[in-house]
């Protein structure tokens, strides 16, 4: 079980400017790191201490700095029936984030990240994969979005004959493959997918060296919401897109 962080808009305080270099989609991937770190870990743990089964909440909380970064206010519906002291809880936690005077902005993680321009995805060619830039001068307020999912892996117990390709529904790009086991989270309050891996073959082994893998399998991320929201574009916050899953994942 996890918390997802995602930053949907921002505004600035009155007189600044973002610039033309600074794409706001770029901006907000280093902008979600003044909830992420230093919040993240407690809304984890409130998280799973709060968790029972039919859980289906997401929280929408709109967030206030002043001039030294700290938050001077936090917006979100906490009227629930059933889950009103978590949300309290995460209201509280959420007093916790801080702007720092600047943030990193990052399109992908560092470690797979290829070095050569030519070897990266097309919508990573042209573009500045790290970069820096002021914050906490020009930020008044943003709204983030708390997403509380869970991890799934399912394996396909089918022959080769009978697999079936994994498909995901509700996104741009027609995303159809082969999948041996598959790897995703699912968020709890729309059912909708925040990743998708997909793992290809099987490893084998050398029966001299039984934990060795001679052969590893093919893996690959087929679908990543952070990725299609502010790598890509093509996604918004609110868009549910779900997983068509084929009977040999069944259990």
């Keep these: 079980m996890k918390v997802d962080i995602y930053v949907d808009t921002f505004e600035l305080k009155e007189g600044k400017i973002l ?5 706001p989609r770029e901006f907000e991937t280093g902008l979600v790191n003044s909830v992420k770190r230093p919040c993240r870990w407690l809304l984890d743990r409130a998280f799973k201490r709060y968790y029972k089964e039919g859980f289906n909440l997401s929280v929408d909380a709109t967030i206030a700095f002043g001039d030294s970064g700290r938050v001077t206010n936090v917006s979100m519906d906490t009227d629930h029936p059933e889950y009103k002291d978590f949300l309290e809880e995460v209201k ?15 399109l992908v993680v560092r470690q797979t990240c290829p070095i050569f321009t ?3 995805p097309p919508e990573l060619r042209s573009r500045r994969i ?5 914050a906490q001068e020009i930020v008044k307020s943003e709204k983030v979005h708390l997403s509380f999912s869970r991890e799934y892996f399912q394996e396909c117990n089918g022959e080769e004959s009978e697999k079936d390709s994994i498909e995901i529904v509700g996104y741009s790009d027609v995303i159809k493959e082969h999948c041996d086991e598959i790897r995703f989270s699912k968020d709890l309050a729309t059912g909708g997918i925040n990743y998708l891996r997909c793992i290809q073959g099987k490893a084998k082994r050398d ?10 399998p093919k893996a690959s ?20 897109v779900t997983l068509k899953i084929p009977a040999c994942f069944e259990p």
Aim: aromatic share 16%; no cysteine; proline share 12%.
């Design 221 to 240: 991320t087929l679908f990543d919401r952070y990725h299609a929201m502010y790598v890509k574009e093509d996604l918004s916050l609110n868009q549910v």
């Design 118 to 120: 030519e070897y990266r």
């Design 19 to 23: 610039g033309d270099t600074m794409p």
């Design 207 to 216: 029966p001299l060296f039984p934990k060795k893998p001679v052969k590893p």
């Design 92 to 106: 509280s936690i959420l007093y916790y984030a801080w702007m720092p005077p600047e943030v990193r902005t990052q």
């Design 130 to 134: 790290f970069g820096k830039i002021a």
